[in-house]
């Protein structure tokens, strides 16, 4: 009041603020707040979600559907195959793979104290690219059917993984530059391995590698949900646990090593835990970019870096955000569909330009 | 003793870079750490807050190897301040201390009104009250470092360890933080630059060259134009505080230099304050030099 009288009367601002706690007003949010309210956000994004396409369904016809098949009898009809056979388990593996890329983003960029890491620096993306198309391009694994890929790119994911894992490993542990450098390298490594494949296969089958490189939700089934959907509930438990932990290496190893934290075997298991993460979501959707590198961002600018504040906000918006991504992938140029990874660059390329302009501290500008 | 060191040496890549350290900071004492850059001041601070293995040689806290205990066990003895800064990440003040508190909590323990209780007591020690809301990474150089201390008062150890605590600080701060320090109560064990400085704080001086304790004990018999020639191969006048008679370092240049303004003689010299009649003390220790034209004598 004090000095908005002074604002609209047009007199200079007083030099003296009146005494009293001015900064308490600038704590942050409660925690149960924010949690709240991406829970609503992610509740009306679903919905969305599994209402809108070629055949657009109300809301309440969506949770008539979801509930009756909670119940166990999913209804006969056209809406209720279209809710629970497709659209459901499609939004349902959107969240899951938002939630796991925002979460391995948010540590990734804690193990190698970097704000610019997303969870594909350390190789597991492009190592997984390399299986999915030995899949696709030469029929390995063809015996497993519509599993192949998914086995494909899990096994590219941990080769890609130990690879980094051995080259990066030193005396003294896993370090920030030698992770970074490491993944960088080998990432480029295999990316060239992938475009081998590429350049010598057939040209039709070129077509589903671009299409898979670029992320999609297409093939989602019931069947494809519990393996990411428990891999994140287990790294989840781990981190949260880890939650003081993680502030303390964020201050850097030495200071973490003071302050009691064993850092050799923390980086060791979070890099274990990002990456299975992080290969996981590959393996059932594809290479989504910007998600796991943007989201956390957003995150820290609304609930501080704090990350027993930053995590379970983190799963929460990253999952909105990709059942968003993955409704604009399959709306704008209805009927046909767009990769995901193209609307997630769109939208997290300049909102990471904007973010880097506002806070140039974090970004290494000012020292 | 409450922290001694014990022929304690230290390999990194397979280079010893400290070795023999022999080294004893007794209950609530401020001791300093001294020696050139490079001479081994941080790998000897390290290996006691364990960010080093020690090679050979022991740390004793009270009695008891440090590595026998378990790395929270040591964090709630031992808290260190050092230089750093987390720019990639957005703690408040607040939040930056209560991180102190990691080494008293297991998994999933939330941050009780008892912590909450311990870190607004240690930014009100600190005189950071106001601070207490802002950004970590919006404070000067000086203002950061008294959160740091803050921090580690909230880690609640009864030694403090510091490795430079004053580097690019300014004068003000420089004081107002060592004077913080030694009226904390716990054993201090701080690797200085400014030896003038160590000698305004510290009971005693353990001086460091290439990786070995050259020679220990009070300022006053320590930091000797002999001693810094041999450490840090350096001529220095040194003279006594006025305060505190504590020794005060005068770097001179290599090349001879004469007065700039001879008119300004002695003029930065306090008042003389020597009984009448008595003979002044040579308040100028000067080594064997030979006195040059328009020098000092």
Known sequence: MFTRHH???????????????????????????????????????????????????SPVAVWDVVAGGLAGHPENTVAGI????????????????????TTAGSVVQVLVRNALADPFLLGVSSGASVGATAVLLLGAFASLGVWAISVGSVLGALAAMAAVFLVSRSGSGLS??????????????????????????????????????????????????????????????????????????AMGAEPAASLGVDVRRLRRNLFLVTSLMAGVAVAVSGVIGFVGLVVPHIVRLVVGSDH?????????????????????????????EMPIGVITAFIGAPTLIVLIRRRPYLYGATQ | MSLQLEGLAVDISGRRIVTGIDLAVRDHEFAGLVGPNGSGKSTILKAIYRVHRPSAGRVLLDGTDLLSLRPKEAARRIAVVAQESASEFDFTVREMVMIGRTPHKRSFDGDTA???????????????????????????????????????????????????????????HQVEILELVAGLGVTVLAALHDLSLAALFCRSIHVLRAGQVVTSGPPGAVLTPETIRAAYGAD??????????????IPRRVQPATRKDPSASKSWLPAPRPAAGQPQPDRVRDDARPPRPGGLQ
Not at chain 1, 23 to 49: I, N, Q, Y
């Open chain 1, 308 to 336: 027993r504040r930053v995590l379970p906000t983190g799963v929460l918006f990253g999952a909105s955000f990709m059942v968003l991504g993955d409704l604009l992938a399959r709306t704008i140029v209805a009927p046909q």
């Open chain 1, 7 to 57: 604002e609209r009367t047009g007199l200079a601002r007083p030099a003296f603020r009146p005494a009293g706690p001015d900064s308490r007003r600038r704590e942050r949010v409660p925690l149960a707040v924010v949690l709240a309210a991406c829970a609503v956000l992610l509740v009306v994004t679903m919905t969305l979600g599994v209402g809108i396409g070629s055949v657009p369904l």
């Open chain 2, 236 to 249: 220095v006048l040194v003279i006594e505080h006025p305060d505190t008679g504590t020794p005060h370092l």
């Open chain 1, 82 to 101: 279209i809710v629970w056979q497709i659209r459901l388990p499609r939004v349902l593996l959107a969240a899951v793979v938002g939630a796991a890329l």
């Open chain 1, 176 to 249: 920030p530059t030698q992770l970074i450098l490491c993944g960088v390298v080998l990432s480029a490594l295999f990316e060239s391995v992938t475009s081998f494949l590429i350049f010598r296969g057939n040209p039709q089958a070129t077509q589903s590698v671009l299409f898979w490189l670029l992320g999609s939700f297409g093939l989602a089934s019931w069947d494809q949900l519990p393996i990411p959907l428990v891999a994140l509930a287990a790294a989840m438990v781990y981190l949260l646990a880890q939650g003081r932990t993680l502030n303390a290496l």
């Open chain 2, 114 to 172: 008892a912590d909450h209780g311990i870190v607004d007591q240690a930014i009100e020690r600190v005189g950071c009250e106001r601070l207490a809301y802002r950004r970590f990474n919006t404070l000067s150089g000086g203002e950061k470092q008294l959160v740091l201390i803050a921090r580690a008062l909230a880690q609640e150890a009864d030694h403090l360890i510091l490795d430079e605590p004053t580097n690019y600080l300014d004068i003000h």
